[in-house]
């Protein structure tokens, strides 16, 4: 089966909380061809404020899905981009027309998850990082951000819809989100048990770790031979008992 | 004075019904750096719903103007692009990606114009054909149309905001719609002084000589070089007495 560039695009709204928004955004995926609405943090059933403004829309809602955490949410997903407007340090922010350039050196069954967060708080952190890519929509100002419903419409349209050039996807299709979190999970298990983490640095060397393997958006392949590597690498440097190891990862100022 | 190109865009709203949209569109348009909003159709003070969408763009919504008619609000415009869902025949019709082209094909200090119709009606014939180029956004479907403030934002987006493209402009200034407009005036009066057009042909020949210089987009050298070509084309045709001139410019099944 062929799935087409739109219908595997799913969008994840997490604790959205005006409903004239989230009618709009399910509009916005009606006129890109996108059906797959999650939400995070809502409960069913949807307010009928939401109705009114889903015009034409109004089965994207009735099928919407409800999960209690964004990591369920995306499980399913092999590529997830979460949106934000504020960078973080160190953890790389792409415009929405490079995000556009990601998605396309994938396959394009490759199953997407485009993540958004509360009007006016945005994502949590640990949310945010729940991602293989954090991408903003490049504006005037840094406010007025986009409405939240137009976040998600202008998001698809650019992802599906306006001119389309046919590609020749470069990659392979990466592991489900819930598989790249096991094996990141691995990686820092094994940097963890062989004594790179101490209780100063492991917030930091979690975070990077996580990042680092999250941008590499990770196949099967990609993470047999990484898990080998690690246990050769690791198993070698310890073996030569080297106390300033865990030191090298420690953020410089 | 150098203008950016967010700056030398003007959005034209021609009889919006829905606040709400309107506020949407001034939103995007401060997301955009776009500040010159005007109105046909509408009259002052805008109510207040508009002014509850309009996040952080309230400005915008102070300093629109308000026109009697179309003509006048895209009078000081060199290049005006009206948005439609609608193919009409003989009309051509570019994807919005494709109008961002055109655009681009001037230099960045040429005034544009970006026009917008009603919610349910869109814009009229006579104020369809008001412009150099028709464009529409395209999706997935030709039901649901983008919602008013929603094509706004998603317009300029793609005008002025996302990954640009420098490139040096092939083009000469054209002249302001009003001038082209009266341009377009006198070679129609120039084929009707000289028998081109008849009762059974005149709305159709008016409408076709429209089009084509509407999307020549007449620069100064354009009309002057057109006029003495149309003088002396017309005085040397009309002295052989050749009656078959104006059969030749009617629509031929």
């Known amino acids: 089966m062929r799935v087409s560039p739109a219908s595997r695009l799913a969008v994840i709204l997490v604790s959205p909380e005006t409903p004239e928004n989230i009618g709009l955004a399910a509009r916005g995926m009606a006129n890109a061809g996108v059906a797959d ?16 403004t889903a015009v034409h829309a109004e089965g994207i809602l009735d099928a919407a899905r409800f999960f209690p955490a964004l990591a369920e949410a995306v499980a399913d997903r092999r590529l ?25 050196e994938y396959p394009e069954t490759t199953p ?43 998001t698809l349209y ?29 990686f820092q298990a094994l940097l963890d048990s062989r ?22 958006v990770l196949t099967e392949k990609d993470r047999n031979i990484i898990l080998a590597l690690f246990r050769t690498a690791i198993g070698a440097r310890t073996g030569r008992k080297d106390k ?4 090298e990862l420690c953020p410089t100022k």
């Open 37 to 52: 609405l999650r939400f995070v943090g809502v409960e069913a059933p949807l307010p009928a404020e939401a109705y009114r």
């Open 80 to 104: 997830v981009f979460a949106s934000t407007a504020r960078a973080r340090r160190n953890v790389p922010l792409l415009p929405l027309a490079e995000a556009v350039e990601r998605v396309a």
């Open 112 to 154: 997407v998850g485009l993540v958004f967060g509360n009007e006016r708080t945005g994502l949590s952190g640990p949310d945010l990082l729940l991602s293989n890519f954090r991408f903003h929509i490049p504006q005037a100002a840094r406010q007025p951000s986009y409405n939240l419903g137009v976040a998600v419409t202008l």
């Open 158 to 186: 650019a992802m599906a819809g306006g001119r389309r050039i046919p590609r020749t996807p470069a990659r392979e299709a990466p592991l489900s989100l819930a598989e790249q979190e096991e094996a990141i999970r691995r």
């Open 195 to 216: 004594g790179f983490m101490h209780d100063t640095n492991r917030a930091f060397i979690e975070e990077r770790v996580g990042d680092i393997f999250r941008r590499m």
């Open 244 to 247: 300033t190891e865990g030191g």
